[in-house]
């Protein structure tokens, strides 16, 4: 078992490398000097060349990758050029958000989908699987940004059940959850689907029904453990694009999390803010992906056998 | 290819033409602003209703639609070309090539694929060949891996092994006898992710970052229009519609060609 997961967590190391580098080389390859922006149009050349030295921005682009990587192994991210905060901890502030808002589409999506998808895969070309298969596809064919504006008109501004944007509790949580999930609950009942009706052909479940074993027991615990493993896949995958903001959903709904952080970020050019966000988000993918596999290895007795990856 | 993947066909055909001949069927200017009809909820002059500039809606709709699939399609296709180049070539030389090739494939794909996209965008001035540049920046790798896949499996045929063996060179091999045999996966799978690129491009068009006003695209009409949500829902309603229903036409083709010819099971659209 060790060397599975030992594998999985050494090919980290470069693979965090590589993201540190391509972040740092699309960010610096950005258009458009920050000093400029920071110093405003009637500046004078002495003022300019101070900034650019304050941020460092005078060196060479090798040595200030190095120092960037440096800073971020002290397990710093440098300042925000704007407000002059430290980077990690207003990803630290507004992480929480995130998670809360990623957590509640989860919650929202996961169940219904599971059981859609098993009802459509034992219900083959019936009704039923029909009308299901075309609602999840329809829930993944609409763009997040319009469906979240249709909710915040209908419950937010028409309806007046919830308020139509900002940050807070659960009721402020709720619109931007559901936009997050309907996307979520179309995937996972397509993945359900499939992977249902790819193990119910399985000789295991042939002999399973020979020897007697109700239908519902076989449906419950024979078909669902086997056909788990591609959707624990995509939950996990969904889970972690959401972790590591929402930019579009979080910016409609003006939730105060990573994506519209890194959104801002972007719109002001500010570099040390784009990179923490997009090293930070990504990791975190990355490291949901390893839990993802890890799980792999206690629900498939087949991978701890084999010792790859499926 | 079943009934609803013959309407989703037919749909799409007609998108197509409607964009090809926009300039024929819609005979308003899409960017003349009209201050003497701001806001006009659909009528018989304005079927779709008029936007916050005065501009007709329909119009716009249709010239976005030109723009929101060029930009789309012609991704999709950029992408199949880097991800068949990378794919041949990493398949067919093995080895150290292989290895390299395939981390960057990996690496691009351990990205959350709209934050790339998005980081990717930024380093251009916005505009359609920004997008393109970004869509396909992204969405080549998953192509690549398929194909290597696909040439791992053809190296072992004896008709390659009869090419080595009559003295073809490794260029012929790859573009004469491994390139045609890639390329009817490589279309259909461009067809399974195009409803993926439509929304993707309508993303970071509605992010502002594709064409530039006054040009419409689907995406950026919705953006443009969002604050007037309340009080003239129509501005925001119709660009959205066509998203959804060309996106969803998409996919459906995308599942008729998936279950006739077997591949990408994961089931995922896009």
């Given at each position: 078992m060790n060397c599975y997961i030992a594998k999985k967590v050494a090919l980290l190391v470069p693979l965090l490398f590589g993201i540190t580098f391509i972040t740092f080389a699309l960010t610096n390859a950005l258009?458009?000097?920050p000093v400029y922006n920071l110093v405003?149009?009637?500046?004078t050349p002495e003022i300019i060349s101070k900034v650019r030295k304050e941020i460092g921005a005078d060196k060479g682009i090798a040595r200030r990758y190095v120092g960037y990587v440096s800073l971020l192994l002290t397990g710093e991210m440098g300042r925000s050029y704007?407000?002059?905060?430290?980077v990690l901890d207003d990803i630290v502030a507004k992480f929480p958000n995130t998670l809360m808002l990623a957590l509640g589409a989860m919650v929202i999506a996961v169940p219904p989908g599971m059981l859609l998808g098993l009802i459509a895969a034992l219900k083959k070309g019936r009704f039923a699987d029909r009308v299901i298969s075309a609602f999840s596809i329809s829930l993944l064919s609409v763009p997040v940004f319009w469906s979240g504006l249709l909710l915040m008109l209908l419950f937010?501004?028409?309806?007046?059940?919830?308020?139509?944007?900002?940050?807070?509790?659960l009721r402020y949580m709720l619109l931007p959850a559901i936009t997050l999930s309907l996307p979520a609950l179309g995937t996972i009942a397509r993945v359900t689907r499939v992977s249902v009706l790819d193990v119910v052909d399985m000789p295991f479940i042939r002999t399973a029904r020979a020897k007697g074993i109700a239908s519902s027991r076989i449906k419950a615990v024979h078909i669902l453990k086997n056909a788990l493993i591609p959707v624990v896949t995509v939950i996990g995958l969904d889970f972690a694009s959401y972790l590591n903001g929402a930019v579009l959903t979080e910016t409609i709904f003006g939730w105060d999390g990573i994506g519209r952080f890194t959104m801002e970020g972007i719109i002001k050019r500010d570099y040390p803010v784009i990179m923490g966000c997009i090293i930070v988000g990504t990791t975190l993918f990355v490291l949901s992906n390893l839990v993802v596999d890890i799980l792999y290895y206690y629900i498939d007795p087949r991978v701890r056998i084999r010792g790859t990856d499926r | 290819m079943g009934l609803t993947g013959k309407i989703a066909s037919l749909f799409i055909v007609s998108i197509f033409l409607i964009s090809v001949f926009s300039p024929y069927l819609a005979?308003?200017?899409?960017d003349a602003i009209d201050l003497?009809?701001?806001?006009?909820?659909?009528?018989?002059?304005?079927p779709l209703g008029t936007d916050n500039k005065g501009r007709d809606i329909l119009t716009r709709v249709i010239y976005g639609g030109r723009i929101s699939i060029s930009v789309s399609v012609l991704a999709a296709l950029l992408s199949m070309g880097i991800g068949l180049l990378v794919g041949l070539v990493s398949g067919y030389a093995g080895g150290k090539v292989d290895t390299v090739f395939m981390a960057v494939v990996d690496l691009v794909l351990s990205f959350p694929s709209l934050l790339l996209a998005i980081g990717v965008s930024v380093?251009?001035?916005?505009g359609i060949y920004t997008v393109m540049i970004a869509l396909s920046s992204v969405g080549w790798a998953s192509f690549a891996r398929l194909i290597r896949g696909q040439v791992l499996m053809l190296k072992e045929s004896p008709y390659i092994e009869s090419a080595h063996a009559i003295g073809c060179n490794n260029w012929r091999i790859v573009f004469v006898h491994f390139l045609p045999q890639c390329m009817p996966l490589a279309l259909v799978m461009t067809g399974l992710r195009l409803g993926g690129y439509i929304l993707t491009e309508s993303a970071l068009s509605f992010l502002?970052?594709?064409?530039?006003?006054p040009t419409a695209t689907w995406g950026s009409m919705i953006s443009a229009n969002r604050a007037y949500i309340n009080s003239a829902p129509w501005m925001v309603l119709s660009p959205g519609i066509m998203i959804a229903a060309t996106a969803l036409c998409f996919n459906l083709l995308g599942d008729s060609l998936r279950e006739r010819y077997g591949i990408d099971r994961e089931g995922r659209a896009g």
């Open positions: 258009p458009g000097d405003g149009e009637r500046s704007f407000t002059n905060r430290r937010g501004l028409v309806l007046k059940l919830l308020p139509p944007s900002g940050t807070g509790g | 005979n308003k200017d899409p003497d009809s701001l806001h006009m909820p659909p009528s018989l002059g304005h380093l251009f001035p916005p502002g970052l594709g064409a530039q006003p």
